[in-house]
């Protein structure tokens, strides 16, 4: 897992997906995100799906603090942060923001 800002103005070249309370996890973003996209990005219930990652800019992980809706041992991003996760699909554009790159998601945590 890493942690990301978005620039506002680009967020309309993501995929988004709203999440409901209860799936507002990591796992469910990926799974949401695997099938077309290589970055899965969480914050609150709000799930984005990218794979151009020159479009995010990776920051210190204590802008991540959120605790997931429902599951309060992860965490869900941050203020104007996302918490981001590989998908496991492979293709999408590397560049400097995220080197090393990000691990894939493992899928450990609980519902």
Partial sequence: MGCVI??????SNFYGV???A??????K???KCSAKYQY??????????TNDNST???????????????????ICGGEEAFSVY?????GGRINKYLN?????FRGNETK
């Fill in 22 to 27: 209860h799936e507002a996890v990591p796992s």
């Fill in 86 to 90: 590989r998908t496991g699909k492979n």
């Fill in 56 to 74: 995010i800019q990776e920051v210190n992980e204590t802008r991540c603090s959120e605790r997931c809706w429902s599951n309060s041992s992860l």
């Fill in 40 to 49: 899965a990005l969480i914050r609150s219930k709000t799930c984005k799906c």
């Fill in 6 to 11: 978005i620039n506002s103005s680009l967020l």
């Fill in 100 to 104: 090393p790159p990000l691990p894939h």
């Fill in 18 to 20: 709203d999440l409901k």
């Fill in 29 to 31: 973003c990926v799974k």
